[in-house]
């Protein structure tokens, strides 16, 4: 079946990096995504503006046009950032604004909601949150202040599922993606996911893995289907969910 792989990034040292936390990642250019990724089925996805790329869209907006239409993008920006940028930025494919709490990015709260809600406002986008679900509850007003959220990663940690599962049953989306970062059994936490909302949950390689302990395996792809064994709610996952919030502009036809 076709994928949108709804997590990747595309590191291309033709473009400005920034070290976060001491850590600069090896390339990983649009070439070396592609060659792993077509004979999955991938036939889109979502590029995510990592830590080490900062408020940098040069190399984001090259990724899009060397894509192609099935894939959009996930862009860091300056809080300040108006409408009008964000207008160009969704004709350009970007569909998300992302707020890296888990490696300091951003941390004015008041000015990263102000600029969701200008991105919803302007383009429909969405917030996507690289956090620590243990975070949620400190957190519970200001999320529940934002248009529309999508947590990455499965929210990281089991001490934070129960939070997560919250989120979700009050329609968060949540992102089956970065397997090698979860610290509990990835099947138990999509049955339950599957069981809360099965519409709001999507999966992404978060290929390359940067600082993954174990980066994706094409057998994560074997383990959604085998737990889930149910096609109709495996495409879900793997393509129907993504399609739905991201809207990628040419996504080949059925």
Known sequence: MRLFDAHLHIIDPRFPLSANQGYLPPAFNVADYLDLVRPLGVAGGAVV???????????????????????VGV???????QAPEIRRLDALGVRAVRFNLRRGVQ???????????RAHEAAGWHAELYLDAVEIPRLRGWLGELPLVCIDHLGLSHAGFGHLLGLLEC???VKASGFGRIDFPVADALVELCRANPNRVLWGSDLPGTRAPRPFDPRDLDLIADTLADPALTARILLGNAIDLYRPSGFPAT
Not at 75 to 81: E, G, I, K, S, V
């Open 75 to 81: 862009a860091q920006l300056p809080l300040d950032t």
């Open 107 to 117: 941390d004015d709260l008041p000015d990263m909601l102000a600029l969701a809600q």
């Open 49 to 71: 503006s990592g830590s080490f790329q900062a408020f940098d869209l040069g190399y984001l907006e090259d990724a899009l046009a060397r894509l192609g239409p099935g894939f």
């Open 171 to 173: 329609g968060a989306w």
